[in-house]
């Protein structure tokens, strides 16, 4: 789809490895300029270096979405260097193990503010820019894991659900102002995500699941936000659900 965003201006949090980083090369192989949010400054600017390299434009700012103030600042930056936002992608996430009554709830609690109040702080920081300009795009990175839990992975799946609510209800909040929202739920995807789960064991298994023969790359989540970003602005794909052919559970 090179082209298809040409003028477009979008911010992509979790920018430093897997759907993230993906989504910003393929974003601004688009047309888009890029503004790359991610706690690892130094992969955000290896990845400027690598998009201007390819004759893209692209802003590395380094920050934690946790820290809400410092999601609106990433907001505020990206629309003072490049004069607008029209995409937002919340792509930062984390993954850990364990149920309820063992759960460490400190390490709950991380889970719940990385995969859901981080993506709140910036839904809630775009909306006034994308509001005066008269449109935009937020697509926020679910999971299958929203769609059905598994008991070890309790906290994840719950702030997959959780996000999955804050987005649809925000859906209804700013369609009418020509804004649109997509929930996107990926199955098992190539990337880092299981690398720092907690238990020796399920991270093992974690990595050999999203790491498995026929799983889904992380540039084909890409392709699909870029799909929803250049639809016509009369349509808006609310939910897709990405998975490997060969997954055959329900």
Do not use: W
């Amino acid at each position: 789809m090179a082209g298809s965003l040409d003028g477009r201006v979008a911010l992509v949090t979790g920018a430093s490895s897997g759907i993230g980083e993906a989504a910003a090369i393929a974003l601004a192989a688009a047309g888009a300029s890029v503004a790359l949010a991610a706690r690892r400054a130094d992969r955000l600017d290896a990845l400027v270096h690598r998009i201007a390299a390819s004759g893209g434009t692209a802003l590395a700012l380094p920050g934690d979405m946790v820290d809400e103030a410092a999601a609106a600042a990433v907001v505020e930056r990206t629309v003072a260097r490049f004069g607008r936002l029209d995409i937002l992608v919340n792509s930062a996430g984390i993954l850990q193990s364990g149920g309820i009554e063992d759960c460490d709830t400190a390490e709950y609690r991380r889970v719940m503010e990385v995969n859901l109040l981080g993506s709140l702080y910036t839904c809630r920081a775009v909306i006034a820019p994308m509001k005066a300009q008269g449109f935009g795009d937020i697509i926020n990175i679910s999971s299958q894991a929203a769609r059905k839990v598994a008991k070890i992975f309790n906290s994840y799946s719950a702030s997959k659900f959780a996000l999955n609510a804050m987005s649809e209800g925000l859906r209804q909040e700013v369609g009418g102002y020509g804004i649109r929202v997509c929930q996107l739920l990926p199955g098992a995807t190539k990337t880092e995500v299981a690398d720092h789960v907690g238990d020796p064991a399920l991270r093992t298994a974690m990595q050999a699941h999203v790491g498995k023969d026929g799983a889904v790359e992380a540039s084909e989540i890409a392709d699909a936000i870029v799909f929803v970003a250049a639809l016509p602005r009369h349509v808006n794909v609310d939910l897709i659900s990405i998975r490997p052919t060969s997954d055959t559970a329900p």
